[in-house]
């Protein structure tokens, strides 16, 4: 029989790096989960990932016992890593503030594919280029659907 869902935390931790100060601790003891278990667990399957932000979704079960699944890092943090920037404009539709190629908007994608509401790669491109544009980075080329 299945366990019977307490309830979903969603945060954003850095890979290998999960301890009990804030955002992790107060979410995770508010629902009851113990925190060193789930910050060993956390830091264990992201050691290869250290550093980057990771999104983590955190199911709770009503016998305070948890599951995880950890996404792909946000596609604005992998914009800004790309064009080298510490972050977006201000005034997206103003000032620019960056640039990547086609080809990066590629990579981004296809890492994200998992997470993304997107059948192919051309779909998830467009999405990536959306967030893109709302930071202030252009995108050099011309897109490869209209070449």
Not at 11 to 28: K, M
Not at 64 to 70: A, G
């Amino acid at each position: 029989m299945a366990k019977e869902i307490d309830g979903f935390i969603k945060l954003q931790v850095r890979g290998g790096s999960a301890n009990p100060s804030p955002p992790v601790g107060p979410a995770l003891g508010a629902k009851g989960v113990n925190i060193m278990e789930f910050c060993k667990r956390f830091n264990a399957k992201t050691e290869d990932a250290r550093g980057q932000l990771l999104p983590v979704v955190i199911t709770v079960f009503k016998d305070k016992s948890f599951e995880f699944v950890i996404k792909t890092p946000p596609a604005a943090i992998q914009l800004l890593e790309k064009a080298k920037l510490k972050k977006g404009s201000p005034e997206s539709n103003r000032n620019k503030v960056g640039s990547v190629s086609w080809d990066d908007v590629r990579a981004i994608a296809e890492n994200k594919m998992p997470d993304l509401n997107a059948f192919t790669v051309e779909s998830g491109m467009k999405m990536v280029a959306g967030t893109a544009r709302s930071m202030g980075v252009t995108i050099s080329g011309t897109p490869p659907w209209e070449a």
